[in-house]
């Protein structure tokens, strides 16, 4: 979902074969910015070894150059000492299965921009977690201003709370074009012209 605002020439889509990631690179005056949305399953890493196989052969278009950013950000569903709050702690997490993201964030030398310590997820149990995370690209320059949780929008019955992270992009925008205003026209003056066009 992206704003119409937006100018369409700003950005495109990539075409990753995994129905749970969606990716959108924007180029604009201050460069390159490649988005990924990503849902990694609980029981399996899938996502991670398709975000891993796309990166290995077409990183140069997500990332042309150094300078250019990346942005993965999603629900991961994996905790770690390094993201969870304090008293998550005791929850158990797999070396085995939390290798591929580390791999990941290592190779592409990617940051945590989601403060850690703040949960995201309400369990069955009514327990708070940290599932879901923004990671962006190791550089000088940050595009990202704030990144943090907002629990007053949370929609209804909802399990994950709602991340808002605001980037600095100068993008293109698109132009409004002139609309009728129906709300000021005079139906007495409409309706005599309608009967006229219609007869």
């Avoid at 991961?76 to 158990?92: D, K, M, V, Y």
């Avoid at 964030?105 to 997820?121: C, H, K, R, V």
């Avoid at 993008?171 to 005079?186: G, N, Q, Y």
Wanted: proline share 9%; hydrophobic share 35%.
């Amino acid at each position: 979902m992206i704003n119409t605002n937006i100018a369409t020439d700003a950005y495109t889509q990539l075409t990753i074969p995994n129905n749970d990631i969606m990716a959108i690179p924007f180029n604009g005056e201050f460069g390159h910015l490649s988005l990924f949305n990503i849902y990694n399953d609980c029981t399996h890493n899938n996502s991670l070894s398709s975000l891993s196989t796309y990166l290995s052969s077409s990183h140069h278009i997500a990332q042309p150059t150094p300078n250019n950013h990346m942005i993965w950000l999603g629900d991961l569903n994996h905790h770690h000492p390094l993201w969870e709050p304090e008293i998550n702690r005791h929850l158990g997490f797999s070396d085995v299965a939390i290798q591929p993201l580390f791999n990941l964030l290592n190779e592409y030398d990617m940051d945590l921009a989601f403060p850690p310590g703040i949960s995201t997820y309400e369990t069955a149990t009514h327990n708070w977690t940290h599932l879901d995370n923004v990671w962006h690209s190791h550089h000088n320059s940050d595009p990202i201003i704030s990144c943090n949780m907002n629990p007053c929008i949370r929609p209804p019955k909802a399990n994950h709370l709602p991340i808002i992270t605001i980037i600095e992009l100068p993008i293109a925008r698109t132009s409004s074009p002139p609309f009728h205003d129906f709300r000021s026209i005079d139906f007495v003056e409409f309706n005599t012209m309608l009967k006229a066009h219609l007869n």
